[in-house]
């Protein structure tokens, strides 16, 4: 499915590729090696941003060490340099997510970006009042807000998918409301505040039944498993770097070829153009078309470190280990009286969202890192979502490939200290 | 464990299990609504003022053990004060939970509410504690518009 990147993959043992090092893979991570508060740091904030491997940060170190320069426009062996290492990080995201073509690759600073690029430049020539735009009840503000922006401005309306009680979307209420009016049906791979892995494939191919385009949100996907967007079939794909082990500040949209070659520019400015003059301006092709400015060049190329750093770990190997992770979590956490999982999906991947009688997921967090043990409590940036389930705020923990049993186990019984303080 | 008993006090426990004046209050007639977005917070006040003087105070909402507590002990406290008198305890209770590490509270000017004196040593808490204070303050204002602790 997936094209491998990066080097170290071509010499991992295959006995090597049978057990997962996990001690090994935190030696790669800086961050990880300290006390918090006196305890060694257990960190479960992931889905918030995850750290950052070694090759990363050496990576974006070397570039302004040695290679600083700006991009696409000099004429200088630095400025050569650094527009290969650029181009370079490009061509490594299209083979992260299959993409048939790099041009289909569209820096940008996020994904909350990226969905506001395709809303602007994509969504909202097509749309005339009364028109619909299709998001799921459990979509992070960032696949909301964009949307209800677009329908203030257009007259649009936004309709939302349901989910049932586990936290998945219903898709039998999802193929009622894809109708004549639906214009693009925007949805999470997976959901930031339930776990919740969507059936996009299946999403996607009953929207193209009907001609309507689909946008998937892969924040919370692309750093635990496998993505392929040709397989998948989508016409945009957004993710995030600093989710993905990557710097923050750097995104990515894919957009399938077709529609990126009749989508205006998303803002104006020097290196989306051709030729400018007072009369008249001529765009560049895309994918430059949509980056006016001075890019971030370092964080596409530690985007693309971290890429190759997954990679020469395996995608597949990386989902199959936290899948075991999440299982063992799932059961510890669930021995806690008075504890309850928000989010009980079948098809789930690292989070785990919860509550506790008589305590706020505040006073969790609070409590947690005291014990040296981070993680998100609030509303997630998912208030929807929580409406739906009658909670104010959950406490989230949030898994990643280097996090271990021995964190899961600190981490049920500091749940237990804060039930013996509220209790 | 020192610091979160410092943090989370018998008292603030038990007006957590417990809240006071936990209820809408009819004929109010100063109302405030606040909410703190960072967190989701969510608070409303209902006052009751005569005579310059707060004859009933109430609250519901919903939020952390600090913010609860807060809230609970806030309507505790002021019942029976002039509005300037609560005017005043608020800015005494804003200065403790912000108050300099380094530099003692003046706790003789909140009385009970010295409870919360623990409270800034966790900066990101401070926000759940003021949040019921300046929830009543824009009540007592008789501000319209939501109160938020941004």
């Known amino acids: 499915m997936r094209a491998v990147t990066g080097m170290a993959a ?55 060490l040695t290679e600083n320069s700006n991009v696409h426009r000099g004429i200088h062996l ?5 527009t290969e290492a650029f181009e370079g990080a490009r061509v490594k995201v299209a083979r992260f997510l299959n993409a048939a073509d790099a041009r289909e690759i569209i820096f940008v600073r996020g994904a909350t970006e990226g969905i506001n690029l395709v809303a602007h430049s994509f969504v909202r020539p097509l749309l005339v009042a009364g028109d619909e735009i299709l998001v799921s009840e459990m979509e992070h503000h960032s696949n909301i807000v964009p949307w209800q922006m677009l329908c203030e401005a257009t007259g649009a309306v936004l309709r939302v998918i349901p989910i049932n009680d586990d936290g ?13 009016n639906t214009r693009l049906v925007s949805i999470a791979h997976v959901s930031n505040a339930l776990g919740t892995i969507n059936p996009v494939k299946h999403v996607i191919d009953l929207a193209h039944e009907r001609g309507v385009p689909v946008l998937i949100d892969g924040a919370q996907a692309t750093p635990h498993m496998p993505v392929d967007v040709q397989a998948l079939g989508c016409d945009f794909y957004v993710c995030s770097g600093h989710k993905l082990f990557g710097p923050t500040g750097i995104g990515v949209v894919f957009g399938k070829a077709r529609h990126l070659e009749i989508m205006p520019p998303y803002q104006g400015g020097g290196d989306m153009i051709l030729s400018v003059t007072f009369e008249k301006t001529i765009y560049n092709e895309a994918p430059l078309k949509f980056e006016a400015g001075t890019p971030h060049i370092a964080g596409a190329i530690g985007l693309g470190a971290a890429i190759d750093y997954v990679s020469s770990i395996g995608l597949d190997r990386i989902a199959a280990y936290e899948d075991e992770l999440l299982v063992y979590a799932t059961d510890a956490i669930s021995t806690i009286p008075g504890l309850r999982i928000i989010g009980t999906a079948k098809e789930k991947a690292s989070i785990l969202s919860f ?23 609030g509303h997630h940036c998912a208030q929807p979502v929580l409406r739906r389930f009658g909670v104010p705020a959950t406490a989230r923990a949030s898994l990643a490939f280097y996090n271990t049993r021995d964190e899961i186990d600190a981490l049920v019984r500091a749940i237990h200290k804060v039930s013996e303080l509220f209790g | 464990m020192s610091d979160l008993r410092e943090l989370y006090q018998e008292v603030i426990l038990d007006h957590n299990k417990r809240p006071r004046n936990y209820l809408k209050l009819e004929g109010a007639n100063r109302t405030a609504e606040g909410y703190n977005p960072l967190c989701g917070d969510q608070i409303t006040v209902y006052v009751l003022v005569e005579d310059d003087v707060i004859q009933e105070i109430t609250f519901q909402g ?15 406290t ?3 004060k002039t509005t300037d008198e609560a005017k005043g305890l608020i800015e005494a209770f804003r200065s403790m939970v912000t108050a300099d590490l380094n530099a003692a509270p003046d706790l003789q000017a909140v009385g009970k509410l010295a409870v919360f004196a623990g409270v800034r040593e966790f900066p990101v808490r401070v926000k759940c ?17 939501l109160a938020s602790t941004e």
């Open chain 2, 62 to 76: 919903s939020g952390c053990a600090i913010s609860k507590a807060s809230a609970s002990m806030m309507t505790a």
């Open chain 1, 10 to 64: 071509s010499v991992t043992l295959p006995e090597e590729r049978m057990t997962f090092d996990v001690e090994r893979i935190r030696e790669d991570f800086p961050v990880l090696r300290q006390q918090i508060r006196g305890r060694p740091l257990v960190y479960l904030d992931n889905a918030a941003t995850s750290q950052k491997p070694k090759s990363v940060i050496e990576t974006i170190e070397q570039y302004y």
């Open chain 2, 129 to 145: 504690a003021t949040l019921p204070w300046h929830t009543m303050h824009a009540a007592l204002e008789g501000q319209a518009q």
């Open chain 1, 168 to 180: 998945e979307l219903r898709l039998d209420e999802y193929e009622r409301l894809l109708g004549e």
């Open chain 1, 78 to 82: 630095l400025s050569e340099r650094a």
């Open chain 1, 355 to 377: 509550i506790l009688d008589g305590a706020h997921a505040h006073d969790i967090g609070t409590i947690l890192d005291q014990e040296g043990i981070a993680i998100r409590t």
């Open chain 2, 78 to 80: 002021v019942k029976g």
